[in-house]
């Protein structure tokens, strides 16, 4: 039974990753890591393709073996969350709303930019 449900947390956490891919507002990467980490417990099959995957698989394991980020994905990841900080901007019905929103990504911005690069 615990299988199954690290198993749905895995698949569900792919899907809600992909969607992100195509949402600003929606983050991809940590749906991505959630996802391989819920599959190292519910499904193998699903953990051997997302290591296997050309664009998740090497950040996946430079995140789980040392905490790395590469400087492409922290400058990808910046550049969505500033997009979704402008439109958070825009489009919030309050103001306080929007702040609370783009104060976090910052946050998560600073953190982001401080992980380490993995070696060459």
Do not use: C, Y
């Given at each position: ?47 051997g393709w997302l290591?296997?995957h050309p664009k ?23 550049a969505m969350m ?39």
């Amino acid at each position: 039974m615990t299988r199954h449900l690290w198993a749905l947390l895995a698949w569900t956490s792919l899907i809600l990753g992909i969607i992100g891919a195509f949402l600003p507002v929606m983050p991809t990467v940590p749906f991505i890591l959630l996802s391989a980490f819920a599959a190292s417990r519910g499904s193998d099959r699903l953990r051997g393709w997302l290591l296997a995957h050309p664009k998740f698989g090497r950040a996946i394991l430079d995140w789980e073996q040392n905490g790395t980020v590469s400087r492409q994905a922290k400058r990808l990841a910046i550049a969505m969350m500033s997009v979704s900080s402008v439109s958070m901007a825009i489009f919030a019905p309050r103001w306080w709303m929007a702040a609370i929103g783009i104060a976090t990504m910052a946050l998560v911005s600073v953190w982001l930019w401080r992980r380490p690069e993995p070696r060459q």
